[in-house]
């Protein structure tokens, strides 16, 4: 069964969402108080309404819980963002994805029951903070306030030495859950095998720990 999507709030971000679920062949309901905005979807969504989601009865309208994910995109205007998602969570829909503007404005998303809050300039930010620390470093992605997942090339330290020469586990608390070595992926790495130029090593641990293995490692 093809699932629905409802996105409200059409600027950067909630725009990027409404395009690329579109390109995957989702049904899109694009939402925005502005008619321009809504212009600028209506080739691009299934369907792109202007409306006010601050205003409950107009989401009543919308048949807004008959939609199995909705994504709140209203960027600037946290007082909009909010009162939105309080009338999403009381009218039960099921699944409320919120963007959110910074952590004061986060953590009121929670309380008020939003499903899933999101910070993509923060995550963002941080995950380009750690690419420029080391070429080697190619991608970080936070798995919760405090643990992460970090993808490294090996550096000048690594080639040539395992795991257990490099005492990854010990040493810094980290554990190495996959090499990938060009398309193929291994994800129960033997502790003994030699480290190779190119060879990817995907490291989950705590932040702290994450940090000190590239510092001292990568
Ligand atoms: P981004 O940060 O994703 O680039 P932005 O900075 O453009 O977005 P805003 O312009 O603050 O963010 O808000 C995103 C969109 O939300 C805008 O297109 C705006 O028209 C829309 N929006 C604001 N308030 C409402 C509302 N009450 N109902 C529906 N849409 C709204
Ligand atoms: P441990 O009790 O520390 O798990 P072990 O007796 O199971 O060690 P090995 O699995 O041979 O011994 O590994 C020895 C050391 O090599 C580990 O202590 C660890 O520091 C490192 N190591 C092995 N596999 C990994 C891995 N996947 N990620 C990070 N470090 C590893
Ligand atoms: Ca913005």
Redesign the pocket.
């Known amino acids: 069964m093809k699932r629905e999507f409802a996105v409200?709030?059409?600027?950067?971000?909630?725009g990027s969402i409404c395009y690329e679920l579109s390109k995957e062949g989702m049904d899109v309901l694009a939402?925005?108080?502005?008619e321009e905005?809504v212009n600028e979807f209506k080739n691009i969504a299934s369907h792109a309404v202007i409306?006010?989601?601050?205003d409950e009865a107009t989401l009543k309208e919308l048949g807004i819980n008959n939609f199995d994910h909705v994504i709140v995109?209203?960027?600037?205007?946290i007082q909009?963002s909010i009162l939105?998602t309080v009338i999403l969570t009381d009218l039960g829909v099921k699944k409320i994805t919120v963007?959110a503007n910074n952590d004061y404005h986060g953590k009121i998303l929670d309380k008020i029951g939003a499903h899933h809050v999101v910070h993509p300039e923060r995550d963002m930010g941080k995950r380009i903070a750690h690419s420029i620390i080391s070429n080697n470093i190619l991608d970080y992605l936070e798995l919760s306030d405090d643990h992460s997942i970090v993808e490294v090339k090996t550096s000048d330290k690594m080639i040539g030495k395992s795991l257990v020469d490099l005492d990854i586990r010990a040493n810094y608390g980290c554990n190495v859950v996959a090499i990938r070595q060009g398309n193929d992926i291994n994800v129960s790495p033997m502790a003994d095998e030699l480290l190779q130029e190119n060879d990817i090593l995907i490291v989950i641990g705590a932040d702290h720990d994450i940090s000190k293995f590239e510092k001292e490692l990568v």
Request: proline share 0%; glycine share 16%.
């Open positions: 409200i709030g059409l600027g950067r971000f909630g939402i925005d108080i502005s905005k409306a006010d989601t601050t995109s209203i960027g600037d205007n909009a939105t963007k």
